[in-house]
């Protein structure tokens, strides 16, 4: 059983999602199955760390709780390349000395026949919301304003757990990658996702962790 099967079991079994032999899936070494394809390194390229992330993270949610930003045109973002066609996630930024674009690292929504997957991608191959629809005329699919914001504050305490116990960079890409992003369709499901992760080994095993959702959401 890989872990996003054992997702899948935990969000559609009992209300408090008691299964600790899934738990037990996420552990701080070895948290994700062998079909986790994690993108090439970027030659040069200067990534986020797990201090900047959440900083990053901060500020967004600071700016979107003002009313000054919106989750939706910050992490949901529409790749409109033929064949690649997709609705995605931006999820970090990178910048190449060589390169004067901002490269974004964009997870792809899973459907029937796409596989998730992240990749390394220049900013100007994605769109916003807003931009995928007066242009390319494509129906928004995914997440509320709502859903999203609640899992940015997901991700903001995830990320200061990050940084206060050294997790690598590719715990990091591993956490984005298998995140279930399309079981999580409200607010309400958000909050429930909350204690499954939080009471993860990864976690627990460390130190204590808040898994109560924040009052803000």
Known sequence: MNLRMAISLLLSSS???NNNAALRLYRPQAMFS????LPPATPNAVRETNLETLRRLGHDLSLIEKGELTALDSYRLY???DGQRSW???LEAARVSTMSEVL?????DEEEGIMRSLRWLPLSML???KQAQLSYQVPYKGPTEEVMRAILHVFRDTVEFAADTTWSYVKRLELYHSFPFEELPTTDAVHMFRPVLFGCPAFTESRDVDITPPKSE
Do not use: A, E, I, K
């Open 15 to 17: 209300s408090d999602h």
């Open 34 to 37: 062998q079909d986790l394809l």
């Open 79 to 81: 790749l409109p390349v």
């Open 88 to 90: 995605g996630y931006g």
């Open 104 to 108: 974004v690292l964009f997870r792809n």
């Open 127 to 129: 769109c916003t919301v």
